[in-house]
């Protein structure tokens, strides 16, 4: 049974009204205006509301104006002994649920009053249906948000570990992925790449040597210059990164760049000797910081040289082994922005 509260300004009509539905179980009770229904509409909740229009201070279009204010589920049913269809319009247009005309009929009246209850009980499982609805999204949410963390984490150890085994291998060249991968990234936003490539890149240059692995360590590590077979064992790792990254979850693109970090400018590099046209932008990116850290690096069988000479070297080779858009931007990145060698392994957020 429902809770409904009647207003009108004849007595009669209010106990009429509120006995024909005490008597069936309902909860009826009754205010002589639209300020006393107010007032008792804000200290408890009525499923109906059944009001008359004509009443001393506020009229009942007046009150279902603020009953709308607070609320759009409490069902209100307008009352009137003079009707027109202009009243009965206006009355639709502010929001009442039903009209009805004096003198009233009880049976009339009590079925109006039932399929507002219905449409109320309706509303109240819709809105709570809905309430559960956005929880549980907001719990969803909550817990995809967790697991894209905890995914992400685990993605980024894997990437650091993938990282530092190749260091392992060989320590003349610890920091040496890292440095390319922030050094990558760095080129990228100055070429004006997004967020998502330009993070993109760092974890391209974090990885790109990751073929090393498979190179034996005594070449690695040679104090020496290399002998030519030795040269192209080395030359096979870019390919071996690529193999190794095809077995695993990540996108084919960053296999793909790192298959073609030692590619050049001008199709002299390796290992399918492609051109500029032929090559992505992110693979001409890693390839220059690339050269910029590995000559600006010692290793055992040279010094390393000074970043002024690197640079000059990179403008000499550029449009011939280098892009030269990609070697414009690594200069002003230097030379411009002071940009300082960076081997952290900074976290990553996965743009995939």
Same mark, same amino acid.
């Given at each position: 049974m429902g809770k409904i509260l009647i207003v009108d300004d004849e007595n009669s009509i209010r106990v009429t009204l509120c006995e024909f539905l005490n008597r069936r179980g309902d909860s009826a009770e009754s205010a002589s205006n639209a300020l006393e229904a107010f007032y008792k509409i804000g200290n408890s909740n009525y499923d109906v509301v059944v009001s008359d229009i004509v009443m001393p201070q506020l009229s009942g279009m007046q009150l279902l104006e603020q009953i709308r204010?607070?609320?759009?589920?409490?069902?209100?049913?307008?009352?009137?002994?003079?009707?027109?269809?202009?009243?009965?319009?206006l009355s639709v247009q502010k929001g009442a649920n039903d009209y009805l005309i004096k003198p009233i009929r009880k049976e009339t009246f009590l079925r109006s009053v039932d399929n507002a209850?219905?449409?109320?009980?309706?509303?109240?499982?819709?809105?709570? *249906? =809905?309430?559960?609805?956005?929880?549980?999204?907001?719990? #969803?949410?909550?817990? %995809?948000?967790? @697991?894209?963390?905890? *995914? =992400?984490?685990?993605?980024?150890?894997?990437?650091?570990? #993938?990282?530092?085994? %190749?260091?392992? @291998?060989?320590?003349?060249?610890?920091?040496?992925?890292s440095r390319v991968g922030n050094m990558s990234a760095a080129i990228g936003e100055i070429m004006g790449f997004d967020r998502k490539r330009t993070e993109l890149l760092r974890i391209i240059g974090y990885l790109h040597d990751i073929g090393k692995i498979r190179i034996p360590t005594e070449i690695l590590s040679k104090p020496s210059l290399l002998h030519p077979i030795e040269r192209k064992i080395i030359e096979t790792h870019p390919q071996s990164g690529f193999d190794m990254l095809d077995r695993v979850n990540l996108p084919p693109f960053i296999g793909e760049v790192i298959l073609q970090h030692h590619e050049r400018y001008d199709g002299s590099g390796y290992p399918k000797g492609l051109k500029a046209s032929q090559?992505?932008?992110?693979?001409?990116?890693?390839?220059?910081?690339?050269?910029?850290?590995?000559?600006?690096?010692?290793?055992?069988?040279?010094?390393?040289?000074?970043?002024c000479d690197v640079l000059n070297e990179l403008q000499l080779f550029s449009g011939q082994l280098y892009a030269p858009e990609v070697v414009s931007a690594c200069l002003y990145l230097f030379e411009k922005k002071g940009y300082l060698l960076d081997k952290m392994q900074h976290a990553i957020s996965f743009p995939f």
């Open positions: 204010q607070h609320s759009q589920t409490t069902q209100v049913i307008i009352m009137t002994g003079e009707p027109t269809v202009d009243t009965a319009v209850l219905k449409i109320k009980e309706l509303s109240d499982a819709k809105r709570l *249906l =809905e309430q559960k609805n956005l929880l549980y999204q907001h719990q #969803l949410e909550e817990m %995809v948000t967790s @697991r894209t963390a905890e *995914l =992400e984490k685990n993605m980024q150890g894997i990437v650091f570990l #993938l990282s530092s085994v %190749v260091e392992v @291998r060989d320590p003349f060249t610890a920091g040496h992925q090559q992505f932008l992110e693979a001409q990116i890693i390839a220059v910081a690339d050269v910029v850290e590995a000559m600006t690096a010692h290793r055992p069988y040279r010094s390393a040289m000074d970043l």
